[in-house]
Antibody
Framework: QVQLQESGPGLVKPSETLSLTCAVS?????????WSWVRQAPGKGLEWIGE???????NYNPSLKSRVTISIDKSKNQFSLNLNSVTAADTAVYYC???????????WGQGNLVTVSS | EIVLTQSPATLSVSPGERATLSCRAS??????LAWYQQKPGQAPRLLIY???TRATGIPARFSGGGFGTEFTLTISSLQSDDFALYYC?????????FGQGTKVEIK
């Protein structure tokens, strides 16, 4: 059974970098899947951030591309999200997910609420 | 980017009744559309992919249809567990995008 678990600080100061990690269990991160980050601002809809393949290839949302880096650590079976120069608008629950057939998100992690505030 | 518009924003339905949710794409996504269910405080769960294929473990009362720019999610007989938020998502182009959601509430 594939499971994903996000971890990272729940509070980040404005202008700093948000860093989250997604630990994957039940499947090798080097399998033929992409791995993705999606966020959801409080009371709002879902926004795709980007994705990574075990080769290191990435795709990013153009709206965030200048501030986002997604990386992968095959030795730890996990992948990470860095979002720099954060503002209050980046306050959200951040989810990691496995991408099926380069298309669908399944399953999802439980989510990690990150608040940007001084 | 492809914009997905869901309607209605809120759907009030009695248990046992049929619910039909709509998702319209700003340009054709072929059959590259999925549906997710989200309950308060939980992560989204994949219900339907490739427009009409139910994900593993999803009951047969959930069905999807459509093609191109017009899609529907139908719940044939609403159970108490089905009252939730529903999102559509396209994977025809990057960036992947989601609709704004339809809340299915108890009438």
């Amino acid at each position: 059974q594939v499971q994903l678990q996000e971890s990272g600080p729940g509070l980040v100061k404005p202008s700093e970098t948000l860093s989250l990690t997604c630990a994957v269990s039940g499947v090798s991160i080097s399998s033929s899947y992409w791995w993705s980050w999606v966020r959801q601002a409080p009371g709002k809809g879902l926004e795709w951030i980007g994705e990574i393949y075990h080769s290191g290839n990435t795709n990013y949302n153009p709206s965030l591309k200048s501030r986002v880096t997604i990386s992968i650590d095959k030795s730890k079976n996990q992948f990470s999200l860095n979002l720099n120069s954060v503002t209050a608008a980046d306050t959200a629950v951040y989810y990691c997910a496995k991408v099926v057939v380069v298309s669908w998100f399944d399953p999802w992690g439980q989510g990690n609420l990150v608040t940007v505030s001084s | 980017e492809i914009v997905l518009t869901q309607s209605p924003a809120t759907l009030s339905v009695s248990p046992g009744e049929r619910a039909t949710l709509s998702c319209r794409a700003s340009q054709s996504v072929s059959n590259n559309l999925a549906w997710y269910q989200q309950k308060p405080g939980q992560a989204p769960r994949l219900l339907i992919y490739s427009t009409s294929t139910r994900a593993t473990g999803i009951p047969a009362r959930f069905s999807g249809g459509g093609f191109g720019t017009e899609f529907t999610l139908t719940i044939s007989s609403l159970q108490s567990d089905d009252f939730a938020l529903y999102y559509c998502q396209q994977c025809s182009e990057w960036p992947r995008t989601f609709g704004q959601g339809t809340k299915v509430e108890i009438k």
